[in-house]
């Protein structure tokens, strides 16, 4: 026994030896294994990543941190990052918010649950995982989620409100101050998961200040370009890291009176916001806009909505290219399946139309960065449908078309070499 145990003590020592090397070793392997994940950059009109220009095939799943809360949706959201890392999409733009409503990430003013932060904390490792980025929205112009409505009751609660008007969203101070409580919260959240905080996680593509944002109350729109400085200022002095952009449909407002005719009516330079003005703020990096000719004009033929969609994509790339200095992304764009005599074909010659400008524009290193369907999702998710959404691998030829984009993009990106990024598989 004695013998026994003068031999057990080197044994044991250096078989701890061994595992400590191994771990090491197995600890460096990991790191090594890790691409390299930097932040998406902008340089003039041109996205850049790792030196490279980086153009963006995308698309819109907004339900993704309200999906990942419970656990017998959460499977839903895996299933669509892994389709659309499949599909060699690259960012996804998704809510960054849920003020008041079920399953809020912001319960009051100041209150957050701590549960569905968890669950934006996995939305955001797990689109590391396959590869994708991330825009988040901030705030919503319209009701769904909350948005501008729940800050001006949640005012009105407080006995602070300055009117009922949702407007007031962007003039009153108090609301203002609320809203800039929220963008501290979100911007240095540490991630539960991966123990890094949002404004340092370059799995965010960018941030969007707002959804759509309209303040018809003043059609100067005056006031929401007092609300964008301010709050596109707030966010630059926290997070220095990450690109940002407003969230406009890209109407013409007061300010360029020679671009008025490209508006789809003359009510959209009445809606207080005006696209040349609103980006040419310095902290704001990028210009976005939607393309929605049958929601806007009304009861088109598919071939007149298509001469619109020419006009309009084109005027927002030459307005990037001379006016902005800076990209635009198209961060939806939709066809209604309530359309007169629709056709899901139409939706194929609706998309190929959008990308191939995109195409032609990345082609010739023009400011047109992007385009992002609205909206994609996967089975079983009928009542967040619309009559915009998709199922994409339900109908082969959009399938298809969605692929081919990818692929256009990644071989401009990468010259022949398509063995990097998330288009490796799918080309």
């Known amino acids: ?64 941190m309200d999906q990942a809360v419970e656990d017998f949706s959460r499977p839903r959201v895996r299933a669509m990052l892994q389709a659309g890392e499949k599909m060699g999409l690259s960012v996804c733009r998704t809510w960054g918010f849920n003020d008041g409503a079920y399953n809020a990430l912001q319960i009051s003013p100041g209150r957050f649950d701590e549960r569905v932060f968890k669950a934006l904390d996995w939305v955001i490792a797990e689109a590391r995982q396959h590869g994708i980025r991330l825009i988040f929205s901030l705030v919503n112009n319209l009701q ?52 890094i905080e949002y404004r340092n996680d370059p ?104 001469r619109f969609v020419y006009k309009w994509v084109n005027s927002h790339i030459d307005d990037g290219d001379r006016e902005l200095g800076k990209p635009v992304l198209f961060a939806e764009f939709g066809l209604s399946n309530k359309n007169k005599n629709f056709k899901p074909s139409h939706r194929d010659t609706f998309y190929r139309s959008v990308y191939d400008i995109i195409y032609k524009s990345a082609r010739k290193h023009r400011s ?14 009928e009542e967040y449908n619309d009559d915009n959404g998709i199922i994409p691998w339900e109908r082969p030829s959009m399938y298809t078309l969605i692929t081919e984009q990818s692929c256009r993009l990644a071989a401009l990106q990468h010259g022949q070499d398509r063995s990097k990024g998330s288009s490796e598989e799918v080309c």
């Open 144 to 195: 769904q989620f909350g948005g501008k409505t729940q800050y001006v009751k949640w005012a009105l609660d407080e006995g602070i409100g300055l009117s009922s008007s949702n407007d007031s969203f962007f003039f009153d101070p108090s609301i203002r101050q609320h809203f800039k409580t929220y963008l501290k919260k979100v911007l240095t959240r540490k991630n539960s998961i991966t123990g």
């Open 368 to 381: 047109g960065a992007g385009a992002f369907p609205w909206q994609f999702m996967v089975g079983g998710m």
């Open 203 to 306: 799995t965010i593509f960018a941030w969007e200040l707002i959804n759509e944002p309209r303040c018809t109350s003043d059609a100067s729109g005056d006031t929401l370009q007092d609300w964008i400085e301010e709050m596109a200022g707030f966010v630059k002095s926290i997070d220095k890291n990450h690109l940002l952009t407003v969230g406009l449909e890209g109407f013409y407002g007061p300010t360029s009176p020679g671009k008025l005719s490209a508006n789809p009516g003359e009510w959209a330079s009445a809606v207080g916001t005006d696209f040349i003005r609103n980006n040419k703020i310095s902290s704001i990096d990028f210009a976005s806009v939607h393309v929605y000719p049958d929601h806007w004009i009304m009861d088109q033929e598919l071939e007149d909505q298509l």
């Open 1 to 64: 026994m004695v013998a026994g145990n003068g031999l057990l003590f080197p044994v044991l020592g250096f078989a701890s030896c061994i595992a400590f090397i191994y771990m090491s070793v197995g600890d460096l392997r990991f790191h090594f294994q890790q691409p390299k994940y930097g932040f998406v950059e902008r340089n003039g009109t041109q996205f850049f990543l790792d030196g490279k220009a980086f153009y963006v095939n995308g698309w819109n799943s907004y339900w993704l």
